[in-house]
């Protein structure tokens, strides 16, 4: 086996953590998981099948549960790969990685994939982006960026190279969980946008600034840039219909239009009127936008 050990955030994760293990144990010689002291029955079913279990208390933040493993769990291997209870890898990536991995350029320290999505048991196939991401680095090069949303693995040193084969993100929750969970990215959302303009998140370090992106995460970043600079709630519904008409999204039937129309337009409707929400309350006043976001929000800046 490869000298990979994947690491898994948890919380909960009953449903999908039995999934997902034996989906990494095709590719990793070690599997550690980050547990934020999950109530159920995930850290009983992760020992079971001979993953090796770390509590850390949840601060509200992946990049920092993540970097916390990275600091403290008993890794041995070259490489590590970040990995979601709810995602696994497709098998032709899993034969990519055992067929590639061996003899990677000592240049490269981090493999790019393309990831995709399910909803509501559909694969979303039409009115998508390709969504690329490097989940794959070298131990020794690489740490996930501090950010509210959106945060990235980015390396120190070396180059990335992208493989062809994808992984996907199948969440097996209700309907009413994935609203949830995007009722509370929202406020995270606004945030980093509202960032953009009032530069109301304080830096973590200069280290930071250090570290590399992917060509892939600076696209993306790129995009987010243009987009912030578009008028407000209109920007979610030209989203929603370049998404679900020009890009063909409507083929999908239903779930397609689910889909676009919640994750393309009402959650970025909603992220727009939490920017409206705060600006608002607090005019153009970073201080203020703070402490209103900490007040309400519970998030602080």
Not at 16 to 22: D, E, G, L, S, V
Not at 30 to 45: C, E, G, H, R
Not at 143 to 167: A, N, P, S
Not at 183 to 202: F, G, K, M, Q
Request: aromatic fraction near 14%.
């Amino acid at each position: 086996m490869h000298s990979i050990t994947t690491i898994i955030l948890t919380y909960n994760e009953e449903k999908h953590i039995a999934r997902c293990i034996k989906n990494a144990q095709q590719f990793s010689s070690k599997i550690f998981l980050v547990d934020s002291f999950s109530n159920d029955k995930t850290v009983a079913i992760a020992e079971s099948l001979g993953a090796k279990v770390f509590q850390n208390k949840w601060e509200n933040n992946h990049a920092k549960q993540f970097n916390w493993g990275l600091e403290n769990l008993p890794i041995t291997t070259e490489w590590v790969f970040r990995l979601d209870a709810d995602e696994y890898l497709t098998e032709d990536l899993i034969l990519e990685i055992n067929k590639k991995m061996p003899s990677i350029s000592e240049k490269i320290s981090g493999i790019v994939c393309e990831r995709k999505m399910y909803f509501l048991g559909t694969l979303m196939t039409k009115g998508m982006v390709q969504m690329n991401m490097l989940r794959l680095f070298r131990y020794a090069d690489g740490i996930c960026e501090d950010r509210w949303m959106d945060e990235h693995i980015v390396l120190t040193k070396g180059d990335t190279e992208q493989f062809e084969g994808y992984f996907v993100d199948d969440n097996k929750n209700s309907l009413g969980w994935w609203v949830e969970k995007h009722n509370n990215y929202s406020i995270r959302e606004a945030v980093e946008l509202l960032n953009l303009d009032y530069h109301i998140i304080t830096p973590k370090s200069e280290q930071a600034i250090a570290h590399e992106l992917s060509d892939d995460a600076k696209s993306k970043r790129e995009k987010k840039r243009k987009y912030a600079n578009m008028p407000l709630f209109w920007r979610a519904y030209i989203y929603f219909v370049f998404r679900y008409f020009f890009k063909l999204g409507f083929i999908q039937g239903k779930e397609g239009f689910l889909w676009h129309f919640l994750q393309g337009w009402w959650y970025r409707t909603l992220v727009d009127a939490k920017i409206y929400e705060v600006k608002k309350a607090c005019g153009t006043d970073p201080k203020k936008m703070k402490q209103f976001i900490l007040e309400n929000y519970n998030l602080k800046l």
